[in-house]
Every structure is written in C-alpha cells, then in structure tokens.
C-alpha cells in the first residue's frame, strides 16, 4: 500500500497544533513502526496503538477509551479521523469524541449505516482535513 496524496504535508501541518496518536487495526502488519519508518511519517506521531495484540478495538470505541485515559484528555478534546465508517466513526462517536471521515482510498464508496457511521464531519481529501481541522486549534 502507499500513502495518500498530500499524506506528508498533511502530517507536518497538524502535528504542529496537535497530538498525533496513530491506531491501527492492521491484521496483516507485522511491524507498524516499521511500515512508519519506511515512509518517513514515523516521527509525526505521539503515539503508536497496535491493537493487533490487544483486547482493543476501534468499532466499540474501546481503543478510543484508552487514548482518553491514559493521555487525560476529555472526550471532545479528542478527534477521530478516519476513512472506515463501521470501525473508525462508530468507535469515535461512542466514546463522544469529534468524527471526521477523509473519504478517500479502497473504502470511499462505503455508506454510513446508521447513525451511529455517520461522521461529523467528511471531507474529500487529507488537504481538506487540515482546512477543517485547523478551527480545532
């Protein structure tokens, strides 16, 4: 796989005004830090979350629970991006945080079911991301 256009930039942009906490579901990666490192974007983030050997999931918001607890941050205060309506914008709204939906990549065409899928916010593209995202600063 390979990043998304504009993927750095928009990295460089909202590291810069916030907390990059990176959570992954990824089955079939070994080594995130690795594919990370590989692409240079290692460093953006303050926090790397495997949930491959975990208790943790993204759709229950469980995943999203930990960062709250254990950065102390309150839930508005945290804002979900994602592309996967059933795994990052459900979990994102149980735990009553922010939702963006980039809809972009292989899960683009995918529709919300419920209202529990539908994000906050959507956006086409990661350029539009930082557009939104920097209201939140």
Known sequence: ???????????????EHFSLVLVSEG?????????LQR???LSYFSKIMHL?????SKSDGSAYQEII???????ENLIVVGDIPFLDI???K?????????????????????????ADIVVANLKELV???SKYK
Do not use: D
């Not at 796989?1 to 460089?12: N, Q, R, T, V, W």
């Not at 491959?52 to 943790?56: S, V």
């Open 69 to 75: 607890k254990s950065g102390k941050i309150s839930p």
């Open 52 to 56: 491959k050997q975990t208790n943790l």
């Open 94 to 118: 149980k735990v009553k945080s922010v939702t963006v939906r980039v809809r972009q990549g292989k899960y683009a065409s995918i529709e919300p079911v419920g209202e529990e899928e539908k």
């Open 27 to 35: 089955k079939t990666i070994e080594n995130l830090e690795k594919v």
């Open 1 to 15: 796989s390979k990043l998304f256009p504009g993927a750095i930039e928009c990295l460089e942009k909202l590291s």
């Open 90 to 92: 459900k979990g994102g």
């Open 131 to 133: 557009v939104v995202l």
């Open 39 to 41: 692409y240079n974007i």
